[in-house]
């Protein structure tokens, strides 16, 4: 039985997107800075990228990371899985080659439900942002939780916890994996006790 | 020469004290799972704790921070070296055994020349809370950070990056101790690029 994943880069300070997001700078001002470690890090940085793939049978993500990610992932639109985006805006499926990205207007459980059954027994990864994030945690829908810590104090931005995720979830340490580029931290979500 | 540190144990959603804070709660709700690697940790844990008074020949700290460790402090006022507290409201020195607290109002350089003075060579450890944290890294006064990272997403609290750090403060990685309890993170503050 696939497990679900939620995978996020930030920075020390909590921070998944620069400030001043634009459609010029959609990560906002420096928030590529954040993503490195994925494109020039080392090889142990490598390996971890290469982990958000590997037992993914599908990816749910936000609608404002849809749109800020479309673009950049080209035109076989990178995850080369079935995606469903949560959205309060009703669209229709967008296909990028292999990869299609399917709306869902109604919750993250709804999102959730149909990434399951697409995903067929593999992992689905809740890729982000911010605010689907959370909805996934307060929902207690996350089995692991994966933060790539990167070293830098952003100071502004979009933060990652500036919501409610529920009120004290326990997790437990699963592993670490240190790089000079970013501190990947993988823990389980534990059940409420 | 010392150097500056500062050091504090948070959530990994970057809480520092529980929601409610109050003085039989003065961490807030559920405040205490964030100190407990100290007191009921690992053998790995317990070693970190003591990094924390190695080479430390002084302190400084928060007015909320003193007025929330004084008493569970206990009669030696635990640290045993000069404690500088950065407040608004001047008041007469505290002396707890060999552990005296001088009140410094005219902000936190001045806290950190005392404290250098006080420290004889040795490195200042600046304590929290949240506020006098950010404060030091914004005025580019610490030489290294360590984040005591606790495996809880506490959802509500006080937050430590809740306000300006500076301005994308670039950080290094220089070391990581993960138990159980807490992954424990030591970065060195870079200058600005």
Redesign the interface.
Known sequence: MGRVIAEISMS???IVAGPDTSTEHRLGR?GD?LHEWMFEGTEADAEVAARLFDGAGAFVLGRSMFDMGVDPWGEDGTFKKPCFVVTHRPAEPVVKGPTTFTFVTDGPESALRQAKAAAGGENVVVMGGGTTMRQF??AGLVDE?R?H?V??????GV???DG??????????AA?T????A?H?T?RVLPPA
């Open positions: 020390a300070d909590g420096d800075l945690l307060r939780l933060l810590v070293p830098l104090l952003f100071g502004a933060r990652l916890f409610p995720v529920g009120d004290h979830v326990r997790l437990e340490h670490v240190e790089t000079p580029n501190t931290l823990y």
